[in-house]
Structure formats: structure tokens, C-alpha cells
Nanobody
Framework: QVQLVESGGGLVQAGGSLRLSCAAAGRPFSDYAMGWFRQAPGKERAFLAAINRNGGIRDYADSVKGRFAISRDNAKSTVYLQMNSLKPEDTAVYYC?????????????????WGQGTQVTVSS
């Protein structure tokens, strides 16, 4: 089992940047594939980015490709989401997720563990 805690959200102007962090505690972090999702009011939780357990494979939703970057530091048991060129439509609660596995995963129902979420608000 793993516990996940996100941080780094906040209010930013359009065009700005934020870096989200997700710290994990519990089972060895390198056992887990990780993902980032977001959920805006009235919308379903949406996939953003995924990374396999050693960081060698990454995947992104088309909506964030070229603007967001996922990375991980297994020594610090932390996964990151660097978000650049933010837009008002990026406003949402952002969640990290984890599952044991050797691949990477892009749908919410493939993940077993979730953080509590961090709010990102982008003003125009």
C-alpha cells in the first residue's frame, strides 16, 4: 500500500507555470507506475500524464502534450508534473495516482491509489 500527498497547486496567471509534486510513503516507490489526472467542476476525471516505474517511458494526453512534463525521483519517492503555458481551461483539481506495474497506464480505473488532490486555478 502507498499513501500519496500532492502539493504545489495554487493561483497563476495564464501563460505562467507551476510544478506539482506528489510524495509517496509506504511500499518502495520504484514498484509503482505513476500518473497525473485532473477533474474540473462538472467534468469527469481526465488523464494527463503517465510514467513507468523507472521513468524511462512517459505518455501524455494530447491536450497537454508539449506543455506539461512528468518526471520522477525514485530516491525521493516523488513524482512531478511541470506545467508550462497554463491556460484558464487548465483550472481543475489535480490528482496523482499509483499502481504496481511494469508498464504505464492512462485510464483512471487502472490505478489503485490516489492522492487527495491539489487545486490549480489559472486566471485570464
Amino acid at each position: 500500500q502507498v499513501q500519496l500527498v500532492e502539493s504545489g497547486g495554487g493561483l497563476v496567471q495564464a501563460g505562467g507555470s507551476l510544478r506539482l509534486s506528489c510524495a509517496a510513503a509506504g511500499r518502495p516507490f520504484s514498484d509503482y507506475a505513476m500518473g497525473w489526472f485532473r477533474q474540473a467542476p462538472g467534468k469527469e476525471r481526465a488523464f494527463l500524464a503517465a510514467i513507468n516505474r523507472n521513468g524511462g517511458i512517459r505518455d501524455y494526453a494530447d491536450s497537454v502534450k508539449g506543455r506539461f512534463a512528468i518526471s520522477r525521483d525514485n530516491a525521493k519517492s516523488t513524482v512531478y508534473l511541470q506545467m508550462n503555458s497554463l491556460k484558464p481551461e487548465d483550472t481543475a483539481v489535480y490528482y496523482c495516482a499509483a499502481r504496481v506495474g511494469t508498464y504505464y497506464y492512462t485510464t483512471a480505473n487502472e490505478y489503485n491509489y490516489w492522492g487527495q488532490g491539489t487545486q490549480v486555478t489559472v486566471s485570464s
